[in-house]
């Protein structure tokens, strides 16, 4: 997936310009164009993995070169490394493989999901500006956007954007940043995008280039086969590597897919705040995690299917959101905007479901789960082929407090649920053996419908 059409010495398994469209991004996950100006390693099957903090400059006047040429490479000439920090060529190849699964201009990577959402905002912001944001966010950005940023002066307000008047009036003359997931962790709105860009552009345009603001999607929920914001209208995108697209759970990430004119900012962001990704979780992530996305989403997302049906028809079962149910309820936005780029509906691997009765017995399954399920783990982080549960409540969504849950609209009983590549009905013999422990231990009571969920 590098940049096309570079190479013109023949060698190497490369797509003539102009073909790349004739084949599935399935295959261009796999393949990549797997030769790239950044490094030539076109004898290689798979590209190997460079590992040096520092690289030889043979004269002083390449050093200089080197320093001169950062943050903006030429296109086409050879790269001149310098230092690990300022870029390394495994990274840079997996950089130009998400730019393009995202049909973006420039992909910049970071340590982890949240390097990369500090970086999207720095790059933006000075003191005085506005970011506008959703009102529920995972609880790492919420704890960005509420401590850290109004420290440093940037004014942060909280709407919902699912509503596209919410975020009209609250556009200002300094609001530099619109920020929102979707799917929103953990309760799975899908916002529409396309109507937020609009109500962008209308702001947008009368205003100087460094004036504008910038609509930025977190796609950690749906991952660059599932959805691409920016064909919707995001000006940039952000995602955790962490999660479905590295899919092992071994390696952390992060990445901002932007426009070229912010590519410069990104890397000296990067250079200075020092959240690098490691070599090494680039490799993997090329290697392992890119190319195997398409095929384990689509199993992952069927599992989840079959998981979510089977919650819905459970009777201790208050609500499941789940983008592939009937039930759900942005299924038309969703329809529209988590497509993957071969044409399929891409409902997800995430589900999100409260039980009658609400935070009790919540904790309760939980907590059996942990104790006695075989197919089913009690741990944060999402998209790994473990399938895994929590309480965004009370672990990944804390930091929202008492107030943000309340704010952000989020039920204290909620269960998100990672689907991974478990056979399902070893997924729903757990949930089975949990649901009767549960009736047995609290009693039809507590679980009845006509409670009150919390
Ligand atoms: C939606 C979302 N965005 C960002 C992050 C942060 O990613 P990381 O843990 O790689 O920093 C997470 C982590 O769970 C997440 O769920």
Redesign the pocket.
């Known amino acids: 997936m590098a940049e096309r059409g570079k190479d013109k010495s023949g060698m190497g398994a490369g797509l003539p310009e102009g073909r790349e469209k004739e084949y599935t991004h399935q295959s261009h996950y796999i393949h990549g164009r797997m030769m790239s100006w950044k490094w030539d390693f076109r004898h290689h099957v798979v590209p190997p993995i460079s590992q040096s903090v520092t690289y030889r400059l043979y004269s002083s006047s390449r050093g200089a070169m080197g320093f001169e040429r950062f943050p903006e490479p030429k296109e086409g000439e050879p790269p001149v490394y310098i230092y690990d920090r300022l870029d390394e060529p495994t990274r840079a190849m997996l950089e130009e493989n998400l730019a393009f699964a995202h049909g973006g201009e420039v992909a910049v990577c970071f340590a982890?999901?949240?390097a990369a959402?500090a970086a999207a905002l720095g790059v933006l912001v000075r003191a005085g500006d506005r970011i506008i944001a959703h009102r529920l966010l995972?609880g790492?950005?919420h704890s960005l956007l509420e401590n850290w940023l109004p420290r440093l002066g940037v004014e942060v307000v909280r709407v919902d954007l699912n509503s596209p008047d919410e975020l009209d009036q609250a556009l200002n003359h300094r609001t530099r940043a619109v920020y929102l997931?979707t799917p929103v962790?953990p309760d799975l709105d899908v916002i529409d995008i396309a109507a937020l860009r609009a109500v962008v552009d209308e702001y947008n345009a009368d205003r100087a280039p460094e004036e504008r603001a910038y609509l930025i999607v977190?796609n950690?929920?749906a991952t660059p086969y599932g959805q691409q914001p920016l064909r919707h209208g995001a000006h940039m995108v952000v995602e955790?590597l962490?999660?479905d697209v590295g899919g092992f759970g071994t390696v952390?990430?992060?990445v901002v897919v932007a426009p070229r004119e912010l590519y410069d900012d990104l890397r000296i962001f990067r250079k200075d705040f020092g959240g690098v990704m490691a070599p090494m979780s680039a490799w993997n992530i090329l290697v392992y995690g890119l190319p195997t996305l398409p095929v384990r989403l689509h199993a992952q997302q069927e599992t989840a299917r079959k998981v979510a049906t089977w919650l819905e028809n459970h009777p201790l079962v208050r609500e499941v959101r789940y983008p592939g149910l009937a039930s759900f309820p942005d299924l038309e936005v969703a329809k529209r905007q988590m497509v993957s780029p071969d044409g399929d509906y891409m409902p997800g691997f995430l589900i999100y479901f409260t039980l009658h009765g609400g935070l009790e017995p919540a904790r309760a399954l939980l907590d059996f789960l942990a104790r006695e399920a075989y197919s089913i783990t009690l741990a944060v982080?999402?998209g790994q082929v473990k399938t895994l549960i929590e309480l965004p409540s009370a672990m990944?969504h804390a930091a929202l407090g008492e107030e943000g849950i309340t704010e952000g609209g989020l039920e204290p009983g909620g269960i998100r649920l990672s689907v991974g590549l478990e056979n399902p009905d070893d997924l729903i013999r757990d949930f089975e053996r949990g649901f009767d422990w549960l009736r047995a231990e609290l009693g039809e009571r507590t679980l009845s419908p006509q409670r009150r969920s919390g």
């Open positions: 982890s999901g949240m959402i995972y790492c950005t997931e962790n977190d950690t929920f955790s962490t999660k952390m990430g992060g982080s999402l990944t």
